[in-house]
């Protein structure tokens, strides 16, 4: 099973990035997914997930409105677009997908813990210039 993750490299203030993760060796289309992102010198945070259906997204309050995340049931696929992009944005991004979270829960602490998650990709860099 592997996620490959891509779409990262650098960008101005503002500007915007699409990203994708690539799943194979198992079918995630019916499985939560997630971005996170880990900062220079930081630790590993929550960005964004959707639930199993796609019917229901979850943020972290930095990047509502800036970031949408959606998938591709058909390619086994999970995207980021991210907009409106700020310095504080630059971070190493990881998918992750998830056989834990269950088809009824709508908790965001369960789609925020990493914990919860039990495939991930190998990253991918995200640069914002000021």
Same mark, same amino acid.
């Given at each position: 099973?592997?996620?490959?993750?891509?779409?990262g490299?650098? =960008?101005?203030?503002?500007?915007?990035?699409?990203? $994708?993760? %690539?799943? @194979?060796?198992?079918? /995630? @289309? *019916? *499985?939560?997914?997630?971005? /996170?992102?880990?900062?220079?010198?930081?630790?590993?945070? /929550? =960005?964004?997930?959707?639930?199993? +259906?796609?019917? *229901? !997204?979850?943020?972290? &309050? @930095?990047?509502?409105?800036?970031? !949408?995340?959606?998938? &591709?049931?058909?390619?086994? %696929? =999970?995207?980021?677009?991210? *907009?409106?992009?700020?310095?504080?944005? #630059?971070?190493?991004?990881?998918?992750?997908? $998830? #056989?834990?979270?269950?088809?009824? #829960?709508?908790?965001?602490? &369960?789609?925020?813990?990493q914990?919860?998650? &039990?495939?991930?990709?190998?990253? #991918?860099l995200?640069?914002? $210039? +000021?």
């Amino acid at each position: 099973v592997q996620l490959q993750a891509s779409g990262g490299g650098l =960008v101005q203030t503002g500007g915007s990035l699409r990203l $994708s993760c %690539a799943a @194979s060796g198992r079918d /995630f @289309s *019916n *499985n939560a997914m997630g971005w /996170f992102r880990q900062a220079p010198g930081k630790e590993r945070v /929550f =960005v964004a997930a959707l639930r199993w +259906s796609g019917s *229901n !997204t979850y943020y972290t &309050d @930095s990047v509502k409105g800036r970031f !949408t995340i959606s998938r &591709d049931s058909a390619k086994n %696929a =999970v995207y980021l677009q991210m *907009n409106s992009l700020k310095p504080e944005d #630059t971070a190493v991004y990881y998918c992750a997908a $998830s #056989t834990h979270i269950g088809r009824l #829960t709508y908790s965001i602490g &369960d789609y925020g813990r990493q914990g919860s998650y &039990d495939y991930w990709g190998q990253g #991918t860099l995200v640069t914002v $210039s +000021s």
